[in-house]
């Protein structure tokens, strides 16, 4: 195997043209030892038609050859070629040794083509066959939580943990913690996160850790494992909103403001962390900044409705009642009106006295919140207000279905009726 061994290091020089020249040697007359041999090498190496090449010489000779057929399905896959692949793999025989491989390399494509079924069928085949391969468990456990099918994932993962902590690279316990966090089962996926990070550090398992904690109501532990991840990773944007909710919840506000401000100057592109900012300000007292951080945030997103109610809200503690309809008006260009926008309209033209406004907006939102009382009573009492008492009547009429007992509205309905007649 000399010649192997030239060429690969032939290779490795950069002097790829002698490289060549020694390849078409092996190719066109060089034992079918050596073919394999330099073909299993020049996938590795990445030299994947040069490989299919020899491999396909071969296949020649030994046309049923299972070995050469998963090289070749191997060589196929890299190269992109994948209906090409499991044509050559659908090839080989149930008594080939090379059978079970050859399932595992289909199960791979049919899952990469969104063909579960036919995949689980494939794996469960190669688990009969080869019943102590760990690594069919371990696809089993990625076939299932790519699903969903959260307790067969995890019952394939604790049969690899029964041998193995990690394979392919893929730490088993961090695969369990994120499954067991994502059902919501979250103090035991504490644990599996402990277990995970003590057999490696890696940030994406300490987030799963640092939200999880989160989730549970450990707070403190949220706060410690994201000012850890951090001090690693200072742009894994993600952490920064939920090291701020952390913060908020255990009444540390001006620590969760910092934290919406970090990161901010990471990614201010993202409008939760300036709506975010703009809560903690007004629990804060800061309402210019509040008022600030919505704006930034409707700027990101004209369409970022929660941020217009809220802000909405600021302005009517303000008396603002200009800046609700100006702030509306903008937003209507964007697309159709949100139903809270339309009664902040009704209640914002009612106070600048612009009434035929008002009664529009009113009678729009009526529609959506026809069951609510505060609707209904701001709606009624500016009825009364506009002479409109056949229509007042009517809504609190609708009041007293909700309240029967309820005496301010009997006291209104009898005088209402009292007028009309």
């Known amino acids: 195997m000399d010649r192997v061994n030239k060429i690969i290091s032939l290779l490795e020089n950069g002097q790829h043209n002698e490289a060549l020249s020694e390849y078409n040697v092996v190719l066109q007359s060089g034992l079918p030892e050596e073919k394999f041999l330099l073909g299993e ?13 020899l491999v396909e010489n071969l296949l020649v000779i030994y046309p049923e050859e299972g070995e050469l057929l998963v090289l070749l399905g191997e060589i196929l896959v890299e190269a992109g070629e994948e209906e090409e692949a ?5 090839r080989i025989s149930e008594q080939d040794a090379n059978f079970g491989q ?26 009969e066959i080869l019943p102590d391969e760990i690594i069919i468990d371990f696809a089993l456990g990625e076939l299932y939580s790519e699903q969903g099918e959260v307790i067969k994932a995890m019952n394939a993962y604790e049969t690899v943990l029964m041998e193995e902590s990690e394979i392919a690279g893929v730490n088993i316990n961090g695969r369990m913690a994120d499954l067991l966090s994502a059902s919501g089962a979250f103090e035991e996926a504490l644990g599996f996160y402990d ?7 890696e940030i994406n398992t300490l987030f799963g850790y640092a939200f999880t904690a989160l989730q549970a109501g450990y707070n403190r532990t949220a706060i410690e494992k994201f000012l850890e ?4 990773d200072p742009e894994y944007h993600s952490l920064y909103l939920h090291l701020a909710k952390a913060y908020e919840r255990e009444e540390e506000l001006e620590n969760s403001l910092f934290a919406i401000k970090e990161g901010i100057k990471q990614d201010d592109f993202n409008k939760e962390l300036f709506f975010f900012g703009g809560k903690m300000s007004i629990k804060l007292g800061k309402v210019e900044e509040a008022e600030q951080y919505f704006r930034d945030a409707l700027a ?7 941020a217009a109610i809220t802000l909405n809200k600021l302005f009517f ?5 200009e800046d609700v309809v100006e702030l509306i008006s903008q937003l209507d260009i964007v697309g159709d009106e949100e139903p809270q926008l339309i009664w902040d309209a009704a209640l914002a033209h009612d106070k600048l006295e612009e009434y035929s406004y008002a009664s529009d907006k009113y009678e729009s939102a009526y529609t959506f ?5 505060t609707f209904l009573q701001d709606y009624g009492y500016f009825l009364i207000e506009e002479g409109k008492n056949d229509r007042a009547a009517e809504i609190f009429k609708q009041l007293l279905m909700g309240d029967p007992t309820n005496v301010e509205y009997l006291d209104l309905l009898e005088r209402l009726t009292d007028v009309k007649e």
Do not use: H, T, W
């Open 317 to 321: 503690q303000q008396e603002r009642y």
């Open 86 to 90: 499991i044509l050559v793999l659908e």
């Open 195 to 201: 277990k995970a990070l003590v057999q490696k550090l």
């Open 229 to 232: 991840l951090k001090e690693l």
């Open 41 to 53: 090498e020049l996938y590795q190496y990445g030299f994947l038609s040069e490989a299919k090449a």
């Open 300 to 306: 990101l997103d004209p369409g970022f409705m929660e």
């Open 369 to 373: 919140f026809k069951n609510n009382e």
């Open 102 to 127: 050859s399932l595992l390399l289909l199960a791979d494509l049919y899952q990469i083509q969104g063909l579960y079924e036919v995949c689980e069928r494939k794996l469960l085949k190669a688990k």
